[in-house]
């Protein structure tokens, strides 16, 4: 996936203001370019990992937005059970980026991370650059949370290797660690 | 990937003991199964952010050894440039797990990590576990380096979940913290 | 579709006991056959000409099962979502039949009522005999609301024609009203 | 079908004028356009429950033509077999709708109610609006009687909701109750 | 198709006993093979050409089933149609064999005398022998009328050179007439 | 085959003036429109049935001619054939019509009359109006003499249907005898 | 062709014992082997240089006898014609050999000499050995006559290397000549 | 063959003069038409029967310019091949026409003549008219030598066919013997 | 080509004894088997690089038969043909080896080594080991000579390596000179 | 592959300077037209026989140079790996030619040496002349050492014979050695 770019799709979005209140949106792959973007896929509404993760994700939108990235959450509800989600749980209810309604599997089925006989998404995170290129993605099981400051610490090494041709980030790089300038002397010497 | 069992392979490995001293070895799917194992794929040998990332995942080999999980790194160059290279690198004599010569591009090919058109692994990780089934993946664009403490993280979670059936680990989960039992009273509660 | 038997499925429900109170069961067409079944699909939970069908229907049900009837409504939403529904809505909260999640498609798809392109189903109405055989079948487009009262009556005529072969209904046939029982002699004579 | 067009077609029909008197005349899908009409499909002419449904359509004709409706009765007999049986049967006599001709089954071929192997059509309506769009359908099985009142009812609905975009009707909506207009307020709000 | 053996069908038909009085009877293939048969198709009930033709057959009836030879008339209206026919039409009302109801067009079909598009049978005859083999055919157009007297006289040759092998009936042939002994001395003698 | 136009084809004939004399000549379908045609098939010269048939048929041809009928007949044997049989026998040399060599089987394969596995045709005739279509067709097993009166008959009815659009002849009319002029008034009331 | 075999045929076929007398038999290819024998291919009976080709083969048929062959004169009409052609042409009178009917194509086809859109054979002459297996052919255009006496000449040869294996004919061989005897030593030398 | 156009080839050919002597030279399709032509196959230099032919034709090769008539020997062997076995052989030195080199067995294929599985043409003579059709052809099997006036007389009487449209050679024709006229009357005379 | 096995094939050869002297024998690939092997392709018969090559080869004849390898030339020509250049070329009269004629392209086919529309084998050489497996290759353009000792080196450094596993030849390396045990530590060492 | 043109191909290389210095350049097939080349294939960077040969190859580079031609070495290791190799060995940092990386298997894959199942290329050379035509080949297995002398020696003659059209250079042609001019009389005399 690594290197293609975002496939087409329409969808129908809450984005939210307040708890239970906010607005329907229609978003389009044509909304996604141009700016940083994180798909945050997770199984169904009203169940037990998504909020702490959903959660985790809305405690990092300010730090994102601020970095130019926009989120969008997406599951295989409809923007209607996003919006009453939304208005019943309290982790919930801290989400300020719009939530995706993937009912008809589009969205899911272009990253690739549909479950084969569910018809719902895997606990998918996809990070695309402003040219709709996945630059970053990453997968976990069923029961394995994700983390949201690495999330943020990825995209921040990407950022910087766009901004920085020529530059490539180490292991384990922080904003502000030493990069790497590859040369041939530099061939076999790291 | 994920839900998804390991194809076979047999490929010839590179299995250090000293700087530039060790064996060459065999390894197929066959040995994979029956522990935890990381595939730790990159792009080149003797290249620039594949090293400090080696270097990282090396120094947190004896953990993972300890978590009964087996590391190979793996990428399209043979089994001799592996020995090379760890011979006239510090940083890659660190290693002390094998590494897979791919220059067949079949392992690459398996995990759908070949770049199309290079002939060069993804920048990709996948965890494995003893049944064979992939349980977490990540990869990120050239440039972007990875980090070992976070799949340490992400390997523990998995390695709960397995072992404690019914619970699952929120996100940003370290080893100790709370998990959740989902159930019917919990729907829409968290 | 008339004559047609069910297709095969298995769908998680919620099956209500009071107000978001419950259990999740797993339902399969094998449960369907023995008796008689209505399927009662709609597009989504949390919208808006639903809740009115089903609380009408809701409100038929005791009648229903006195006459050996099983209900079970349909929609692409999950088990947990029709739940959360179960507990906010005052008319949903009415219903005691199970409400199946469709999120794979599966049961709409074997109706033939998936509205192509959007994920949701109709507003469909099947209604099924003992041995799976769809016998009565009923769609209205987005906005009709469907009447509870004249499913009773077309499933009372189904079940008197299944009791009494040899008899038919005539049209707006109500339980006990003269039926009619073809001959060579009544030919042309009707 | 809902939502989809009706296909092209031309039949010989039968337009009574008087007890077997009238003319035989061509209808194609360009006559239906334009206005709301109904097809009420049945297996055969000189047979028995079908009688009792034409002439409980027939007493409804009068209201239908007021509300803008047209009424094409089908079955896969002759033109002439209707004529035939308009001249002596006394319930058939009352028809004054056109009765069209199917023998040649593409017209219950495009509706999808021809039964497999029988050569005769399902006892099955269609309401369609003057965009030529079916709104509404219902397919009872042999020995299942229609109501005619009923379907005028729905049919009201139907013109409502194309009359007052934004609005829908509730379950057993009757000319003059109240309708909803759905609002992102509304929802898991009935 | 001389020369070819009929297909397999299945049909209703009605059998008349006195005017518009008679049964229901199924009729198959394997009830015509064993004695010889005529399969008498014309286009449709209630209509002109074909009941003087079916008059003049039915006047033939006697003779014929003296030769034991059966008729079958065929048309694809249903055997409701036939029935009611019989009872109102004072020519149809001589008829005495079966009238099969072919509305699913599987006879016509079978002979291949289906009118592409129309749903209507030519106007066609087809003598059977008592194997199932057909031994005479002829069609006319809509509009030309056939003549039962001819048809006797061609099932009589039929008749004579099955019962006599090495036996040839000449042209116009009538019953008592020489017939000729095929031989190689007669070749180019006559 | 009834309605079906025929198809091009190219022969060469004999055209006989005096027996065993006159001349070869090429007949295509082009000469066949524009006048009513007979095809008069038969399986060989020099055989047995046929030139009883032949004979017969020469005695109607200047009856036929006198109607604007041409005549040809056809076998499967070459014009040199054909030539030699006029010559050499008496009933043949009545014939003045064009006897057509088809041993190229293109005609017999035309009219779908080429016996399998043969080389043969059937005896089968065909009338053709001025259009080229075929509007009567017969066909007789092996041994079954045909009756050119009978043929002049239908003729001379399907002249008169083309002739006077709007009447159609009963069974077994002859020149002279009255005529229908189907209309609704009449569906039924024959 | 050479060196194949030849393939199964079946055919009636005109022996002629006396001029115009004789039987019809049925030849097959069963009835070939076993002996030598020539196919003698021509276009039509009743033509030009087939009847002076024929007779000159006639003249040669004792001969032929004497040597074991027999001839099997073929064309495209029928054994029918082929009795009618003895009967009346002197030079065919002498014929005593089979004269096979091959309206169907069949050996034609088989030895590859149907004129394509014709229906007649090429002037064609096939030696086939006791073991079915074609030795020697021969092809003349239209118009150009065979000749029967070079013929013999070339199956004497054919005779000749089969009853003496390992000595081959040289050019214009007659019965009686030297013969060769390849060996190395005359390689080159000849 | 008869009747069809030579395809095209290219050869190399070797083209003596005097023994061993003459020049290598192309030769295509293109200069055999506008003259009759003989292609004379044979197996392969040095062998046995095929020097006695070449030399049988060699000696009629003067005659055969004489009628305009060029003629061409080929075999697999290359013109090199060729070149040397004319010196050497006494019987070949003889040879003034053209010995065409077909190695690469395009001209074999053309001709239909390449024994399947062993590389070498059969012992196969073509006449081809100055249309570049194939007039006359013949095949004997190995070990039985051509005869080279045989094939002087049939050019003969293809050329005084070609010369004189209308008129026919009969069997064993030499120059100045009668020919025939075929007409309507010679029809079964001869 | 290398690696691969040798097909099957069948060739008639010409094994001189002295010149022009010898026998024609069979040659298979079951009797290269055994032994080790040298095909020696060469385009055609009495021409001019390859009497110069074949000279050379026959040369090294003895010393290949001392180290236990067969000599097989190979040409598209025949037998017939090797057998007359033996016998007038002194340069080919040194062969002892035996000549395969391959007229059929079958061998040259095998090896991939005839040329496209040319049906000549390119100039190539290989050497074929005892298990009928190809070791070593080699291909000169036209005109480019090949040299036998060279080809004696590379088969003796073959020999070597079959007789000594675990030993390879460095570049250049001669009978006697040292040759290379391969092992982990020589890796990147040489 | 003699005669053939070679493909498209883009690499990166790496032209050493001195040991271990220089740099990554792109080759693509169109810098290699308009000179003569080498392709020098081996199977793997760091392995044993291949160092030997690719020394012996640069020891003749400054000839080759000088002849005007250009030499390229190609593994299926990156140019990353071969400017490792080239700075660690001794014999390969004689090289100054440069290395192309054909990780992606494209060069391999299209001179057809790709070793199936390996992804290793196989030990082959190929001479490519100014129009990017190869003209000579040579391939040996696994542990046979190649000769740059003797490459040196082919490449002349065919600078030679590509300078000189209408000669051609026997075995073990040197430079300065006579050369041949085919003609018509040398056939067979060499």
Chains 1, 2, 3, 4, 5, 6, 7, 8, 9, 10 share one sequence.
Not at 55 to 74: H, P
Not at 107 to 132: K, S
Request: with cysteine.
């Amino acid at each position: 996936m690594i290197g293609k770019e975002i496939q087409p799709f329409v969808a129908q979005a809450f984005k939210p203001t307040a708890q239970g209140k906010g607005e329907f949106v229609e978003v389009t792959d044509g909304d996604v370019r141009g700016n940083w973007a994180v798909f945050f896929f997770y199984p169904a509404d009203f169940t037990f990992v998504c909020p702490t993760e959903l959660e985790d994700l809305a405690e990092q939108y300010d730090t994102l937005k601020g970095m130019g990235v926009e989120v969008y959450s997406v599951s295989t509800d409809t923007h209607f059970s996003h919006k009453a989600w939304h208005e019943t749980s309290e982790k919930i209810a801290k989400i300020k980026f719009p939530m995706l309604g993937d009912q008809n599997h589009t969205i899911a089925n272009n990253f690739g991370v549909l479950r084969e006989g569910q018809g719902l998404a895997d606990r998918a995170t996809f990070v695309v650059d402003p040219d709709g290129v996945i630059q970053v993605m990453e997968i976990t099981s069923e029961g394995v949370g994700r983390n949201a400051t690495e999330l943020v610490r990825k995209i921040k090494a990407a950022q910087y290797v766009r901004a920085n041709p020529g530059q490539v980030c180490p292991a384990k790089w922080e904003e502000g660690d030493d990069t790497l300038a590859p040369s041939l002397d530099l061939v076999g010497k790291i």
